[in-house]
């Protein structure tokens, strides 16, 4: 795939991508889950390193495997994995299936969220560097 191919994909390695999946029919059924995101907010914030959100959207955050890891030095990781099974499980319960982040300024269809909270997730889970 060329990049213009990925362009709206979210990148999470050099050659690993969450897939884009369209909402164009459904934008207006988008469930909005900052309130669910609360508990992420000090990692979401160190991830918008590209640029800034209101600007750009996902594409300002760099959800690498790398930047996380980098990003998580000084978190308390307990609470970090807690919020993220917390807003995986409100996701999920998005009965339309598009959830909307004013902070993070997108919407998306619901399951590619929930793979990049799975993603953040399992690199919480296996950083090995104390806290």
Do not use: K
Not at 13 to 35: F, K, L
Not at 48 to 65: I, K, L, P, Q
């Amino acid at each position: 795939m060329t990049e213009r191919d990925r362009q709206y994909d979210l990148q999470i390695d050099d050659d690993e991508w969450i897939e884009h999946i369209s909402i164009e029919a459904r934008y207006g059924q988008a469930v909005d889950i900052d309130a669910h995101l609360a508990g992420l907010g000090p990692l979401i914030d160190r991830l918008e390193s590209h640029c800034v959100a209101g600007c750009c959207g996902f594409d300002a955050f760099d959800f690498t495997r790398d930047a996380i890891d980098a990003a998580l030095p000084g978190l308390d990781r307990a609470p970090l994995l807690a919020a993220c099974a917390s807003a995986r499980n409100a996701v999920a319960a998005v009965a339309s299936g598009v959830v909307l982040s004013n902070r993070m300024n997108n919407a998306c269809d619901s399951r590619v969220f929930l793979r990049l909270l799975e993603h953040i997730a399992s690199r919480i889970a296996g950083h090995a560097s104390p806290v």
